[in-house]
C-alpha cells in the first residue's frame, strides 16, 4: 500500500459515476494501488476536477449519467487533459456508444457492466502503466529536444568560438609573418652594412663583395645545393673580407704578392679575424667557417688550416675562392676582354687552387653579371648630372652618395625606378661628382 496522499502519488485516476455506491465500491477496490483515486458523481463535477488537477493520467466514466453522458464528458475532458488516458463504462453492449467513445472521447477502450473486479483492475493497471510509459516518453522527448537545443547553441558557440580563434590565429601568423619578414630583412641590411665597412676602408675593393656573392648565389643554386648552404653561402661571400679591418691602411693597400713574410703572415689572419668577428652571432656561425676556408686551396697549399680537397674544405669556401679570385683579376684589369682574361686565369688554377668541378657554373655566372658592365671600344665614358639620367643608359662606374655609399653598381642599366632613387639618394648625400655612364663615341 502506497503511505503517500492520494494527491502526492505520481499519478490519479478520475472515476466519474452518478451512483454513490458504484463510487464507493471502485475506491475500495483501489485503495492498495500505487496510484490516486479521484471521484466525481457528473461530468460536470469531473470537468471540474480536470481543471483543478494537474496529475490524472486516467479517467473512466460511466456513459449513463444524467446531464452530460460519458462520450460527451470525455469529449470535453479531452480537450482539458489530452494527455490522460481514457476509459468508457457502459451497461449496453452498444457498438455505436463504443465507436462514440473511441472516436469522440479518444477513449482508450470500453468496459461492460457488469464487469469483474479481477477485469477491471487489470484493465485500469494496464492504462495507467500506458500513460505513465506515454508520459516518461514525452519527459524524455522533451529532455532530448532541450539537450539538441543545447547542443546546437553549443556548437554554435564553438563554431563561432573556433572562427573567432582562427581568425585570431591567422591575424598573428600574419603579424608574426610581417614581423620575420622584417627581421629577415634587417638581417640582410645589417649583413650589407658589415659588408660596406671593408669597402669604405679599402677604395679597391668597391663593390668586390656585392658582386663575389652575386657570382657564388648563381653558382650555388646552379650546383643545387640546399636553400641553407645558399643562405651561409651568400652572407659569408657578403662578410669574406670582414677581418681586413683589423689590417693597417698601408698593408691594405698591397696585394700578396707585394708583402715581406712579416707583412703575410699578418695578412693570413684576416680569415680567422673574419670567422671570430661574427661567430658570437650565432646565426652566422655556420657563414663564419666559409670565411675562415675561402682562402684555402684545393691542393691544400692555402691557409690558415691547409685543408685540402672537398672532403676537408666546404664547397661554399670553394665557390667563394674563385668568385672572389676572377672578381679581383677583373677589377685589377679592366679593359674589354677583363672578363676572359679573369677566367682564363680561373682555368689555369684548377686542381691546384680550385675545384675543377666549380668551374662550369663560375664561367656562366661572371659572363652573365658582367655582360653589359665591361668597356666596348665604340663606347666611351660620359659623366652626367642625375637630373639628365635616361632609361637603357649603363653605368660606367659605381654610382656612390657623397659620403661614399654604393647606391648603383658598374654595369647596373637604368631604368625609371633606380633613376628616381639616385636622384633621391643624391639630393639627401649630394656627391661632388655627376653620374658615370657609357655612351656611343661618336668619331669611332
Do not use: C
Not at 496529475?55 to 494527455?83: H, Y
Not at 539537450?147 to 601568423?173: G, M, P, S
Not at 656573392?213 to 651561409?232: G, Q, R, T, Y
Not at 658582367?370 to 662606374?397: C, F, H, N, T, W
Amino acid at each position: 500500500m502506497d503511505d503517500k496522499p492520494e494527491n502526492e502519488r505520481p499519478v490519479q485516476v478520475l472515476f466519474v459515476d452518478d451512483e454513490e455506491n458504484i463510487l464507493r465500491s471502485l475506491k475500495r477496490l483501489f485503495m492498495d494501488e500505487p496510484f490516486g483515486i479521484v471521484t466525481a458523481d457528473s461530468g460536470e463535477k469531473g470537468l471540474e476536477i480536470l481543471r483543478k488537477t494537474s496529475n490524472i493520467g486516467l479517467i473512466v466514466s460511466d456513459q449513463r449519467m444524467p446531464g452530460l453522458s460519458g462520450v460527451e464528458f470525455l469529449e470535453k475532458a479531452k480537450n482539458i487533459t489530452p494527455q490522460a488516458m481514457r476509459i468508457v463504462l457502459t451497461g449496453y453492449a452498444d457498438v455505436n456508444v463504443a465507436v462514440n467513445a473511441i472516436n469522440k472521447g479518444g477513449a482508450y477502450k470500453y468496459i461492460t457492466k457488469p464487469w469483474t473486479d479481477e477485469d477491471l483492475v487489470r484493465s485500469i493497471k494496464e492504462a495507467v502503466d500506458i500513460y505513465l510509459l506515454k508520459k516518461e516518453n514525452q519527459e524524455l522527448t522533451e529532455t532530448v529536444k532541450k539537450q539538441n537545443e543545447q547542443l546546437q547553441r553549443w556548437n554554435a558557440q564553438l563554431e563561432y568560438d573556433v572562427q573567432k580563434q582562427t581568425i585570431e590565429i591567422q591575424k598573428k601568423n600574419n603579424e608574426l609573418g610581417r614581423l620575420n619578414e622584417s627581421l629577415k630583412k634587417n638581417f640582410d641590411n645589417s649583413i650589407a652594412a658589415f659588408s660596406g665597412l671593408m669597402e669604405l676602408r679599402d677604395k679597391r675593393a668597391q663593390s668586390h663583395s656585392k658582386n663575389v656573392a652575386e657570382i657564388a648565389i648563381n653558382v650555388a643554386k646552379a650546383m643545387e645545393l640546399p636553400d641553407k648552404d645558399i643562405e651561409d653561402i651568400n652572407v659569408a661571400a657578403l662578410l669574406h673580407d670582414i677581418g681586413k679591418i683589423g689590417i693597417s691602411d698601408s698593408l691594405l693597400q698591397k696585394d700578396p704578392e707585394q708583402m715581406n713574410l712579416e707583412e703575410l703572415a699578418e695578412y693570413k689572419l684576416h680569415p680567422i679575424r673574419g670567422q671570430t668577428a661574427i661567430d658570437s652571432i650565432e646565426d652566422l656561425r655556420s657563414a663564419g667557417i666559409l670565411v675562415r676556408h675561402h682562402h684555402e686551396w684545393f691542393n691544400g697549399e692555402g691557409f690558415p688550416d691547409r685543408l685540402k680537397g672537398l672532403q676537408e674544405i666546404p664547397a661554399g669556401a670553394m665557390i667563394i675562392a674563385m668568385a672572389d679570385f676572377i672578381d679581383r683579376t677583373i677589377s685589377n684589369y679592366w679593359d674589354d676582354d677583363a672578363v676572359e682574361f679573369a677566367l682564363g686565369k680561373a682555368r689555369k688554377e684548377l686542381g691546384r687552387r680550385f675545384d675543377p668541378k666549380v668551374y662550369p657554373f663560375i664561367e656562366k655566372s661572371v659572363k652573365k653579371l658582367y655582360s653589359g658592365g665591361m668597356p666596348r671600344l665604340d663606347l666611351v665614358e660620359v659623366e652626367m648630372a642625375d637630373k639628365d639620367l635616361q632609361p637603357g643608359m649603363i653605368l660606367s662606374k659605381d654610382a656612390r652618395s657623397g659620403t661614399g655609399l654604393l647606391l648603383l653598381r658598374k654595369g647596373t642599366k637604368l631604368d625609371d625606378k633606380n633613376i628616381q632613387a639616385l636622384k633621391r639618394y643624391y639630393r639627401l648625400d649630394p656627391s661632388s661628382s655627376g653620374v658615370f655612364v657609357w655612351a656611343r663615341n661618336e668619331a669611332s
